[in-house]
């Protein structure tokens, strides 16, 4: 129905004149612009719609305005709204200005911030739509601007004179990629079926992975949105997979807690989460719960990496069926804890079952969102002061206590590495410096031009996080403490498992050094806008250009070169190039490079360039273009995403696959590699089982692909496996190799836990290696270096009596004999001391590179990528001159 009837207008306008000013006249419902109601059975609204909405808002009302802070990973403008009462909108720069100081704290004193923080307004930044599957949320923000803008009660009223909010759509191509599977699908068999790609270009639920490396152009537009344009007191990341039948899991967080945070902000993310379930209860909404599943251990995620810059951030999990379609619940689907309602400190409100329907989780998307904004009106003054004081007290600690700062030398073993870890802590709120002379720091003499890191900042949680080694808290140490406390299961054995990763160290995962000062630091220093690496430049006269194979740049100058036709080789012996010797691997470009292209690269890139006359090395690779296949399955993998994103970072050229392709066989003729990133052999032969999702997405690789692939192999080609993906090479392809992990594998938080012992955990850490740079898959790396496991295999080289070449699997990397645990959480040490962690197999006139571990684990550990890129370039390439 479009009209009203004149009795129903006229009683709603009455009701208006008595509320105050006619807001809601002119400001479009959302149905009038979507033509559905938010949250509606069957219904999603697109980015598209929302962003029409949005600016029909925008026009209809003096409260809200939109901004664009970029663009998408797949070129839509990423919008947010700014939404508080017209007469802050017109003070609105104040405002920004006086948390910006209370963040920032410089320069103020205690009754300063107080003064400031009685005239400033809170700054409450709420996200909708980050995991695009999780519809509710991205819906949900439609209906709280429209409510916030027409609503005229007092606690609304109170939410639009006190806080400033700040709204975004986090995650727009998602949004539309939902909507756009999901309607077609509506009323077919496949209504509720599994989209087949990711709901983001790149990364799917990654997305919520990325927050400190901000690699992905929406990760990058919240942290400035957070870092540097509002600097918002609060912030709240919605989300939508509640732990069954919970319908809604709020704060406080299961165990264990970060280090890296302000004691004050654990204690108002508590307070928060009350608020939000005396809501529920208030409302007679049921099932919200606490204390489980979700922890704030890793701080990959929006809300921790906003924790430790003095942010609090709050995290909720409203239940989901699937999409809009709604559904309905029997008690005897429950888990059996859960059948017979026993209330709880924790649940103290179970929820019974019933009809759950996209309306319903928008409803309690909007109670919790509400809860949170009338929170912060309540408490406007102490959440602007305590933001200010959590930075002064987190400046003074590190005033008094180690570290004092960090410290990077400028000579690093891949100098662009270290300037580019740098410049992302800088684009995430640390400040950076240069040394303007040089000093001593704990009896080390440091150059010049040494970039160096002040704890004395008030984000300074965020860099340590960031920075040093982390030490995951082991609860078979502490199993009365957290008795319990964790998730319904048994406690026998003690295993908690961290949510995500349990170590993350950043210089480790760039292969940079980085030092910690134990007494202060005393130089003059340089603030840095942008930290960027070593100049470099061509130099040297010849006929050769030479570039180090230790730095990951040079794999991106080389691809240019091979595009532009130039020759390469790779010497397999250590080379002297100008004053340098070079490991093995060095880049000989023998014909197609000018001084000047050089020159242009070596800029660009910060690659040095050496001109030389002097023959390369007797024994040496020679490189062509790679031919790459990138294997894409129909099961929506993050790892292949962050695998396709990364080489095209580094403009490696390649072309994404699929199962109808592997299929279909005849690999070998367009291709010289096959890269198939982190899946089990299950989902890679399988994937999808029949009637569970549109019949073209059924099936993986199936068993035909299986032989095509390794018939691809046994021709000449080479298959690249990443992580556990090398089981896949161990299970169908025969490969002489154990995984020595097989039977050890531990459960992950999310899956129910029988009280079984736990041999062997690592659910995600950093591990000291040994490589070969001798082999030309770890040509460039150092002898010992850390690389990054997550739950995958390693490996042992069975011995080949048969083979008619005699060629044998070889070593690319192994675990030490001891010391094994760098970062995050080893138990079973012992299991993985001298196994394999990466190896070189022949299959016919082939060869399988197993990459046992995280090289590329979401595009993070730089100091692992060689690994990758010289398996590609190893199967695009013959020896030359006298080798093996
Ligand atoms: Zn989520």
């Not at 080479?718 to 002489?736: C, E, H, Q, S, Y």
């Not at 496991?789 to 008619?804: E, I, Q, W």
């Not at 010391?819 to 082939?846: F, R």
């Amino acid at each position: 129905m479009t009209r009203r009837s004149p009795v129903v207008l006229l009683a709603v306008l009455a009701a208006l004149t008595l509320a105050g000013p006619a807001l809601a006249q002119t400001i479009p419902a959302p149905k009038e612009v979507l033509g559905f109601e938010v949250g509606a059975d069957y219904h999603l609204a697109t980015y598209q719609q929302a962003y029409k909405y949005f600016k029909a808002l925008e026009q209809a009302s003096p409260m809200i305005k939109v901004h664009e802070i970029g663009k998408t990973a797949m070129g839509k403008p990423m919008i947010y709204a700014v939404i508080t009462s017209q007469a802050n909108m017109a003070r609105l720069e104040r405002y920004r200005e006086i948390t910006r100081k209370l963040s920032l704290v410089e320069g103020l004193t205690d009754d300063q911030a107080r003064a400031l923080a009685a005239e400033g307004r809170v700054v409450v930044y709420i996200d909708g739509g980050l995991h695009a599957s999780e519809c509710a949320p991205a819906q949900h923000n439609i209906q709280l601007a429209y409510d916030l803008l027409t609503a005229t009660d007092p606690q609304t009223r109170a939410i639009r004179d006190n806080v400033i909010l700040v709204l975004v759509f986090a995650n727009p191509d998602g949004m539309d990629l939902l909507a756009e599977w999901y309607h077609p699908n509506v009323g077919t068999p496949f209504e509720v079926s599994p989209m087949p790609w990711l709901y983001h270009k790149y990364v799917g639920h990654d997305n919520n992975r990325d927050s400190y490396m901000g690699n992905m152009p929406e990760t990058g537009h919240i942290n400035r949105i957070v870092n540097e344009e509002w600097l918002p007191e609060v912030l709240y990341n919605h989300h939508q997979t509640a732990p069954f039948p919970a319908r809604i899991w709020i704060h406080p967080a299961a165990e264990p807690q970060t280090p890296y945070t302000h004691p004050l902000l654990v204690r108002w993310q508590n307070q928060f989460g009350t608020a939000m379930g005396t809501a529920f209860d208030r409302e007679g909404k049921p099932g919200a719960i606490s204390r489980t599943v979700f922890d704030s251990w890793y701080p990959g995620y929006v809300t921790q990496v906003a924790d430790s810059h003095n942010v609090i951030s709050l995290l909720t999990e409203t239940a989901l069926y699937r999409y809009a379609t709604p559904r309905f619940y029997t008690v005897d689907e429950f888990p059996e804890p859960y059948r017979d309602f026993t209330v709880s400190t924790f649940y103290p409100n179970p929820w019974k079952g019933g009809w759950w329907r996209l309306r319903d989780a928008v409803d309690y998307c909007l109670t919790a969102s509400k809860a949170v904004l009338t929170t912060a009106s309540n408490y406007r003054q102490d959440l602007l002061y305590d933001k200010y004081q959590m930075g002064r007290d987190t400046i003074a600690k590190f005033r008094k206590e180690p570290p004092y700062g960090w410290i990077v030398p400028a000579g690093q073993w891949d100098p662009p590495a270290a300037a580019l870890m740098l410049e992302k802590l800088r684009r995430n709120g640390i400040r950076i410096f240069k040394a303007d002379r040089d000093f001593v720091a704990d009896g080390i003499s440091y150059p010049s031009g040494t970039w160096v890191l002040p704890m004395t900042q008030p984000f300074a949680l965020f860099a340590k996080a960031m920075l040093e080694e982390q030490r995951y808290p082991d609860l078979a140490k502490y199993p009365d403490a957290w008795q319990g406390l964790v998730a319904t299961r048994s406690f026998t054995d003690a295993y908690l498992p961290p949510y995500d990763m349990a170590g993350w160290t950043l210089p480790y995962q760039f292969g940079v050094k980085a030092t910690a000062a134990h007494t202060p630091i005393e130089v003059p220093l340089t603030p840095l806008d942008q930290v960027t690496p070593p100049a470099a430049r061509a130099e040297g006269a010849g006929t050769f250009w030479v570039i180090s194979p230790k730095l990951n740049n040079a794999f991106t100058a080389v691809n240019r070169i091979l595009k532009q036709g130039g020759e390469v080789l790779r010497a397999r012996e250590p080379f002297a190039a100008g004053s340098e010797a070079l490991p093995p691997g060095a880049f000989i470009v023998t014909k197609g490079l000018t001084a000047a292209t050089a020159d242009t690269l070596a800029r660009e890139l910060a690659v040095p360039m050496v001109a030389t006359s002097k023959p390369a090395s007797a024994r040496s690779l020679k490189l062509k273009a790679p031919r790459v296949a990138m294997y894409q399955p129909w099961t929506a993998s993050a790892d292949e995403g962050w695998t396709r994103w990364l080489l095209e970072q580094f403009e490696f050229p390649f072309t994404s696959i699929h199962d109808g392709d592997v299929r279909a066989g005849g690999l070998d003729t367009n291709f010289d590699v096959l890269v198939i990133a982190s899946s089990s052999t299950e989902a890679l032969v399988n994937g999808h089982k029949p009637g569970t999702v549109p019949p073209q997405y059924v099936g993986g690789m199936t068993d035909n692909g299986v032989r095509n692939v390794k018939q691809f192999v046994e021709s000449g080609g080479t298959l690249v496996l990443i992580n556990n993906a090398a089981l896949f090479g161990i299970d169908r392809l025969g490969l002489p190799v154990t995984n020595v992990l097989k039977d050890l594998r531990a459960p992950s938080r999310r899956e129910s836990a029988e009280a079984k012992p736990v041999e062997f955990a690592c659910p995600g850490s950093v591990l000291r290696m040994q490589f070969d740079p001798k082999h030309p898959v770890a040509f460039g790396m150092p002898e010992e270096a850390p690389g990054v496991f997550t739950d995958g295999p390693a490996f042992r080289l069975n011995p080949v009596f048969d083979a008619k070449d005699g060629k044998a699997p070889e070593v690319v990397a192994r675990y030490p004999s001891s010391g094994l645990l760098m970062s995050g959480w080893l138990k079973g040490e012992k299991y993985l001391q001298n196994t394999v962690a990466a190896a070189d197999v022949p299959l016919g006139k082939g060869r399988v590179i197993l990459l046992g571990f995280g090289v590329q684990q979401r595009a993070q550990p730089h100091g692992t990528f060689k690994l990758l890129f010289n398996a590609i370039y190893y199967g695009a390439s013959q020896t030359v001159g006298n080798g093996k």
